[in-house]
């Protein structure tokens, strides 16, 4: 991005990180252009979410946990970040099926729900709201 480091307070990537070759290289660059404490909301589809599969321009098919990795919560260590991120929020979202109780129900146990109901009771999007940390 053409912007001097510390720039912004919030970058906003709704419906962008499916599209991206290189997720960690755009995380990168937009912990640069943060400012310290700056957030970064993230909207992308859920894997589990038709659209996810049926739009030819996805590259990646996301679940609610695939940036923990940016913010040091998992366990694996695929890339060795010079940056991070602290996670302020997280949700699965669900649109008109919220109502029936199953978006309160996959944001108390996401672990449970994408392991083992996610493709029967498809998601939409999730939602990602992080913190940089400088």
């Known amino acids: 991005m053409p912007f001097k480091p510390s720039t912004f307070d919030l970058v906003r990537a709704s419906h962008v990180v499916e599209h991206l070759p290189d997720?960690?290289?755009?995380?990168?660059?937009?912990?640069?252009?943060?400012?310290?404490?700056?957030?970064?909301?993230?909207?992308?589809?859920?894997?589990s979410a038709a659209g996810s599969y049926r739009d030819p321009t996805h590259i990646h098919h996301l679940a609610l946990k695939s940036f923990d990795y940016f913010c040091g919560l998992t366990d694996e260590?695929?890339?060795?970040?010079?940056?991070?991120?602290?996670?302020?929020?997280?949700?699965?979202l669900f649109g008109r099926k919220a109502r029936l109780g199953i978006e309160a129900w996959a944001n108390r146990h996401p672990d449970l729900?994408?392991?083992?109901?996610?493709?029967?009771?498809?998601?939409?999007?999730?939602?990602?709201?992080m913190r940089a940390l400088k």
Do not use: N, S
């Open 77 to 92: 260590d695929f890339l060795p970040v010079q940056y991070r991120f602290e996670m302020l929020k997280r949700r699965i």
């Open 113 to 129: 729900y994408e392991q083992h109901l996610a493709m029967l009771l498809p998601a939409l999007e999730i939602e990602i709201w």
């Open 23 to 47: 997720i960690c290289g755009f995380m990168a660059e937009v912990h640069r252009v943060l400012k310290p404490g700056g957030r970064i909301y993230i909207l992308t589809p859920h894997y």
